[in-house]
């Protein structure tokens, strides 16, 4: 599983999903920005991570995150989220360099 690098900060967090309100993207195939990690923190329940090297490649990992644990999907790396149990509950936090656009652009927008 990776890390995120030493030098890098949480600019932006979800609210925290449940089967009720997630976004349909994050069960389906799809990829983080340039630059950025995501930091999956499941709060309640199970969620099954799953990994693709490419696109539309085949599945490289399945992780299952419980209750108070969390995984890291690296920059551009294609993944998507099931639900294991009814009331599982999670957000995510978004990670990018200190100093890059993205953290001044988020930052600059919480201040507006």
Known sequence: MPSIPDDFINYKSTPCFTKTN???MFLHLHNTKAGVYGKICVTKGQ??????AERRGEVEQEIIIED???AISPPEYWHKVEFLTEDTEFHVDFYAQKKSDIVKQNLSERND
């Open 68 to 70: 108070g644990q969390t």
């Open 47 to 52: 969620l099954k991570f799953f990994g693709f």
């Open 22 to 24: 997630i976004p349909k």
